[in-house]
Nanobody, 124 residues
Framework: QVQLQESGPGLVKPSQTLSLTCTVSGASMTTGLYFWSWLRQPPGKGLEWLGAIAYSGSTYYNPSLKSRTSISRDTSKNQFTLQLSSVTPEDTAVYHC????????????????WGQGTQVTVSS
């Protein structure tokens, strides 16, 4: 059974870079044709896909956030990381990591494994 766990600071100041890590257990990130995604859900809004890193290491980003988003991985730790730069209060959300057969999908049902999520608040 694949499990994903997000970790990172719960509070980030405006203009700083948000950095979150997703630790994967029960499966290797390089095994199988999977995409490992980051998504978020701001308060009172729907789910938004941010980006993904593929089994091959290729990365894919939401065009609306591409200039501020970077996703990388550490295969030795079976982890992948989200960095979102120049954050504003509009980036306040619950951030999730997930595994799926595709990237760019915006529904929880599109993913076969899903982290519980971590609240990130952007505030001074």
């Amino acid at each position: 059974q694949v499990q994903l766990q997000e970790s990172g600071p719960g509070l980030v100041k405006p203009s700083q870079t948000l950095s979150l890590t997703c630790t994967v257990s029960g499966a290797s990130m390089t095994t199988g044709l999977y995409f490992w995604s980051w998504l978020r859900q701001p308060p009172g809004k729907g789910l938004e896909w941010l980006g993904a890193i593929a089994y091959s290491g290729s990365t894919y980003y939401n065009p609306s956030l591409k200039s501020r988003t970077s996703i990388s991985r550490d295969t030795s730790k079976n982890q992948f990381t989200l960095q979102l730069s120049s954050v504003t209060p509009e980036d306040t959300a619950v951030y999730h990591c997930a595994r799926g057969d595709f990237y760019g999908l915006g529904r929880k049902d599109d993913y076969d494994s899903w982290g519980q999520g971590t609240q990130v608040t952007v505030s001074s």
